[in-house]
């Protein structure tokens, strides 16, 4: 993506939309880039963000958020949530985190950010089989 920086530039979008950021260092990338030829990014994040999320695997003895959820419900406490887990296996398992990609991007100085935080699909159509 640096590489392609001054295309960026000579474009110049109104808006970027992240559809893969998983880790810290994809985001500072994405803000150094676009930074200088945009005002807006839209990312991509992810339900896994919230402190459910660490009940669902099991690292956590605190009681279920009410759910729905809402959007300033608390986060995970821990990081690098598929870090240790058996069976799951993707190219960014040991960088990502959506919490730290959330936080690289709100805070760029230059970069109004819009974060979407979509759910991921449990039970019969999920093809990680996350619950068995």
Do not use: W
């Not at 009940?55 to 870090?83: I, M, W």
């Amino acid at each position: 993506m640096p590489n392609f920086k001054a295309e960026f530039e000579r474009f110049a979008p109104d808006v970027i939309l992240d559809l893969i950021p998983y880790t810290e260092t994809q985001a500072q990338a994405v803000v150094q880039v676009f930074s200088d030829c945009t005002q807006h990014i839209v990312a991509i994040s992810s339900g896994d963000v919230y402190r459910n999320y660490e009940g669902l695997q099991g690292r956590s003895n605190h009681p279920p958020d009410p759910v729905p959820l809402k959007e300033n419900a608390p986060l995970r406490e821990t990081r690098y949530p598929y870090r240790d887990l058996e069976g799951l296996d993707f190219e960014f398992k040991q960088d990502y985190d959506k919490i730290l990609v959330e936080q690289v991007l709100i805070n760029a100085p230059t970069l109004s950010t819009t974060i979407l935080r979509l759910p991921a699909v449990y039970g019969e159509g999920d093809r990680l089989q996350r619950i068995v």
